[in-house]
């Protein structure tokens, strides 16, 4: 005997799942627009301090949303399936009681894991680095590209891209926290005059310092901090300060002024 399906039946659970896909997309759609922003956003001024300029303050909470809304994500769809099963009336008590089991065991095969997650959580509350930060962390340097609870990218001066588990991190030391030491290094002919080659560079930096543009970002003018010559060559190593927000912005400015000055009036090779 034919058995003619229940047209009637299978729209109305087509129709409620539509239903509960289309709650779970708004949920979180609305966690990612507001995201508790406000409450991140006076939570990360509280931990920073009040005089938080508006780009550093705004890459935290950037950080802090981004972990927010995946987690809410994750949430809501484990929520979503749970109650899509409950419509086709399965039974959903062993599946709730068979997670806590498989919980268990990946918790037991996969300390690693949970340990690079804690570590994480630990680094978001704290507020300890964001995204856009300098950091020193696992014997790596650089600036982070990526933050997430489980690991931490990093790319150093060599554009070099570390993937640091945050399980990893015993010390975690962040250079820019507002400000940001501005450290350049500038090669010259092996035979140029250093003294008149730094002339030019700390004229430069002073220049730069003054600039209306830039005279905000930067904190202390770039100078020579120390000049070295060798068998191939000899350079200058410039060292300033400036807002960790526009450290390579500057960077990039000064790099350019200081070749233009350098290739302008080139020193003369020392007697």
Known sequence: ????????????????????????????????????????????????????????????????????????????????????????????????????????AVGLGAQTLIKDWLAGIFVVIENQYSEGDVVRIAGVEGVVEEFSLRRTVLRDLDDTMHSVPNGAIMVASNTTRLWSPLELEIPLDRDADLDAASAIVNRIGEELQADPDWRPRILAAPRVAHAWRGESGASLHVSGQVRSVDLQAVRAELRERVAHALAAGAPAPER
């Open 1 to 104: 005997m034919l058995i003619l399906p229940n047209w009637a039946e299978i729209t109305l659970r087509v129709a409620a799942i539509a239903a509960v896909a289309l709650v779970a997309y708004i949920a979180i759609a609305a966690a990612a627009r507001v995201g508790g922003r406000h409450l991140l956003e006076r939570r990360a001024r509280l931990r920073s301090g009040e005089n938080v300029p508006p780009a550093e303050l705004e890459r935290r909470i950037s950080t802090l949303q981004g972990l927010a809304v995946r987690t809410a994500a994750i949430a809501i769809g484990v929520i979503a399936t749970l109650t899509v099963l409950d419509l086709f009336q399965i039974n959903i008590g062993p599946a709730v009681a068979g997670l806590g089991v498989v919980g268990i």
